[in-house]
């Protein structure tokens, strides 16, 4: 009875052990959690896009820190306004479920609703859900190696060894990839079913992977193949316990609970794939990585930063997944403690240390990517084979997530080995030793003092986002960053800027910033830089801009009045406010209706996906298309052609902006394959502004002839026919 009464204080000291841990790594974050946030140096070659008089000011902001505040953020006031729609944030307007675009966490987003309710502090509600996240993980990972070794010290010293994990800070300003507590937690719960066979662990492990879903979409995914592989694995060296009725109601139940939540989180991201065929990643997009990477750390290391510095050179794609050589030397020592401690592998019933022994070095191959260097040739890894083979594989973020599962691994066999390191010592011994360890891993993630960034707050943020948020009627605004003459600066480099302002009114803008954009999005960007031509304000004026937001910080003088002098020339702007650091300007709609786009289709040699392009007669004003667009292509015979004689039609449902461009070179090649034997059938919708006249052209040396009927495409709201 005594026993029992100390467990809650022990595991209250631990969690407040790594609450320490958290704020001693991150220090002297403690002292400014009001005004600043946890900000590692990106390690990139910003080649292109810095300049020799490029300010510096431009370089400092984390973009990845913008995108997390701008996401809890809006989590939380789209939660209790309209959760119905949560998808359909503020970015990249007019597209729908635009939220989809970046990994939501909205489950870390309640983690810090009380902070954001009281103090509605930016940064302050940032530092909390930082450090709950991290606090959360080690003491999950705690509480399931002290069922697994009964041994209180080795699983605090475990929690501990992810608590100072390097891999938290380097990637602070990214707070959803420290929270995989659902790793243990999930393998406890399955465990403790098996064992007990009561119906609240499933109940229990349901409540984690929904947990998980609402945290983080993609460490959901690495969670149910983590589990799955279990779960294989457990029929293998088990199957009279796993192959019962039970077991199979018990899954059902589990299914029934997970499905309508990860469901509505998981609805945006298959539709955004549908709509974005390239949204889905290829493995072009997914980097290989050097094995030396786990020995590598970043130069701000202050034990190792030095000494492993040129292991690997710090290229745009640098990442540290390196965690101390503390847990690797534990680690392996608690593998050979495992395997050759006979009592060690009984009291692990399960024998799940030997399920994450294989799975962990499984998962720091994948880590490494889809594919090894060696000598200049490039040999396939498992990620490669899986991702050819896997659909699932194909759903998760990148390899770079693979690394938790090495982690856990490590701090798994790390308990073991602890365990047997302090067993037989005196109580002094004991804590002499801990102290010991826990001193040599605080040197090992020693990056005192952190870096920090100053989330502009109150009084520092501009005034033209001010007063855009004291609108009631919410209108779409679009942000300009003028900053000196001839710039060559890209827009994505700024348009975090205006992300982040946009918590202070979410209103409905054009920019964002994530790995994948809408097709007119990057349009726009590469237009913005245009800014104020008249490309970009016909643009403006096809999205529907109320007002255009001129942020003047880091702006030259000189330059301004150059700036202010076009602007007040354009008839299309009327100034409504001034403020010292920003303007806003109304855009005014056209009197008169634009020009049509008339535009033709080259084909060479029959219809080919491949070589289908779209050929532009004059210049046209928009290359922009807006929903409700009905266009029907028809096709007829064309003279030595291949394909049997007849009408063919294709369509396509494109329920969002398009740029002209993106749909030639991306869609309508899907919707014209090279023609098998037969008579195809399908049906056709794009979008247009304007009547747009397409003809279907064989491609005759260098010359358009063409040699079937024109294309018409109509707008139900200007009535064209």
Known sequence: MPRKSLKFPRHSIALCFYILAVIICTYPMILHMDESVCSYPVYLTYQEFQGPEMPPAYLNWDMDIAIAVWVYSWNLHQLFRDPAHLFDANIYHPYPHSLAMIDNYLGLALLGLPTHVFFHNPALTYNCILILAIVLTAWSVYGYLLHKTNHYPSALFAGLLIAFLPYHYKHASTIHKSMFLSYPLGMWMIERYFDTQKWRYVILFSGIVIFQSLCT???????????????????????????????????????????????????????????????????????????????????????????????????????????????????????????????????????????????????????????????GKEIPMPFYVLFSSVPIMKALRGPRDFALVVYFMLAFFSAFACRALFRNRKPF???????????????????????????????????????????????????????????????????HYSMYYSIFHFCP???????????????????????????????????????????????????LNKVLTRLDRIDA?????????????????????????????????????????????????????????????????????????????????????????????????????????????????????????????????????????????????????
């Not at 293998?236 to 990860?262: C, D, G, Q, W, Y």
């Not at 794609?317 to 009592?343: D, E, H, Q, S, T």
């Open 217 to 375: 979409w993609y460490l959901t995914l690495g969670l149910l193949l983590l589990i799955s592989c279990f779960l294989v694995y457990l029929s293998f060296v088990k199957p009279r316990r796993l192959f019962r009725k039970r077991h199979f109601l018990a899954a059902a139940l589990s299914l029934l609970l997970i499905l309508p939540v990860t469901g509505f989180m998981a609805k945006p991201y298959f539709e955004l794939n549908r709509d974005i065929p390239s949204f889905e990643r290829s493995i072009e997009h997914q980097h290989s990585r050097n094995p030396l990477i786990y020995f590598t750390t970043t130069p701000d290391n202050l034990l190792y930063g030095n000494l492993l510095k040129g292991i690997i050179p710090v290229s745009r794609f640098f990442v540290a997944y390196f965690p101390g050589f503390l847990m690797y030397i534990l680690g392996f020592a608690g593998i050979v403690v495992y395997l050759r401690n006979r009592k060690t592998r009984l009291m692990d019933n399960m024998r799940s240390g030997e399920f994450l022994l294989a799975y962990g070095v499984l998962s720091m191959l994948l880590s490494l990517g889809p594919f090894l260097n060696i000598c």
């Open 429 to 495: 011994m004991r804590f002499a030793i801990f102290l010991f360890l826990a001193t040599f891993l605080f040197l090992e993630s020693l990056r005192l003092p952190c870096p920090l960034f100053t989330l502009p707050y109150r009084d520092q943020v501009p005034g033209c986002y001010q007063w855009v948020g004291n609108q009631s009627d919410k209108p779409v605004v679009a942000t300009f960053f003028p900053s000196w003459e001839n710039e060559d600066l890209h827009f994505h480099v700024l348009s």
């Open 573 to 721: 702007l009327r100034l409504t406010e001034r403020f010292e650091d920003s303007l806003v300007y109304r855009l005014v709609l056209p009197e008169h209706p634009v020009q049509p786009l008339i535009g033709g289709i080259y084909l060479h040699e029959g219809i080919s996906r491949k070589e289908l392009y779209i050929y532009n007669h004059g210049s046209p004003r928009i290359l922009l298309y807006p929903k409700d667009t009905v266009v029907t292509i028809s096709i007829r015979r064309l003279q030595e052609n291949s394909f049997p004689p007849g009408e063919y039609r294709y369509s396509i449902n494109l329920p969002y902006y398009m740029p002209a461009e993106y749909l030639i070179h991306e869609i309508l090649p899907d919707a014209f394959p090279d023609l098998p034997e037969g008579k195809p059938s399908k049906s056709l919708t794009v979008s247009s502004p304007v009547p747009m006249d397409f003809y279907v052209i064989r491609k005759r040396e260098n010359l358009p002839t063409p040699v079937a009927e024109k294309i018409r495409v109509t707008h139900p709201e200007n009535g064209c026919n």
């Open 509 to 559: 803008i054009l920019e964002g910033h994530s790995a994948f954009k809408p097709p007119f999005s990057q349009t726009y960007f590469r237009k913005a830089t245009d800014f104020p031509e008249k490309d970009v304000l016909d643009l403006l004026q096809a999205l529907k801009v109320d007002y255009v937001l001129i942020d003047l910080q880091h702006i030259d003088k000189s330059f």
